[in-house]
């Protein structure tokens, strides 16, 4: 599941259309989750539902629409796991903002779940942890339960046995101007 409802505020435009590399930043997060999902990636939109419909055509995802994005973080949160198949042991959440992530990374995450798929496994990055972040099924109600702009990250935090993975290139992530600066300045 790949968060891109919000309206990105705090940035000043679109994060989700943001173009790294020649394509948006929502496109990047897409196609590192493609190798490690095989029961498919779908993204939850909000606030460009069409723009983000329109770069994603043609991509081998679902997209899936948050009508109550202005509700906060957690309704996308809600309406994704609504979405997931039956027969998914898990979801991988991830968010469309963390450009310098590599699928490496995701792969790793995997990983690690595939050797304890009853534990979340999150990743750890700078001096925190978050997204993104494998939760199985059985954790589903807990993050159902979620509202307003709370994220997974409390989830996490309320389970003495989340696993927590060095995952270096979740710790950028694009908020504000000054972040994407960051990116464009480190990109060589």
Do not use: Y
């Not at 983000?52 to 973080?73: F, T």
């Not at 979405?83 to 979801?91: L, N, Q, R, T």
């Not at 304890?116 to 999150?122: E, F, K, L, Q």
């Amino acid at each position: 599941m790949v968060l891109a409802a919000g309206a990105s505020n705090r940035l000043g435009q679109p994060k989700q259309l943001v173009t790294f590399d020649g394509r948006s930043l929502l496109q990047h997060a897409v196609e590192k989750c493609l190798p490690v999902c095989p029961l498919g990636v779908f993204v939850v939109t909000g606030a460009e539902r069409e723009s983000v419909g329109k770069i994603l055509r043609g991509e081998p995802v679902q997209i899936v629409h948050n009508k109550a994005w202005r509700d906060g973080l957690a309704s996308s949160i809600t309406t994704g796991i609504a979405v997931v198949p039956d027969d998914s042991k898990a979801v991988l959440l991830m968010l469309c903002d963390q450009p310098k992530l590599s699928a490496a990374e995701l792969a790793q995450l995997v990983s690690v779940w595939a050797g304890h798929p009853d534990r979340v496994v999150a990743s750890r990055f700078g001096a925190t942890f978050g997204a993104p972040a494998i939760f199985p099924r059985e954790v589903f109600p807990m993050l159902e339960a979620l509202r307003g702009d709370r994220g997974a990250k409390s989830v996490i935090g309320q389970l003495a046995d989340s696993i927590l993975v060095d995952v270096p290139g979740a710790e950028l992530d694009i908020d504000r101007p000054e972040d994407l600066d960051r990116l464009r300045d480190n990109k060589g």
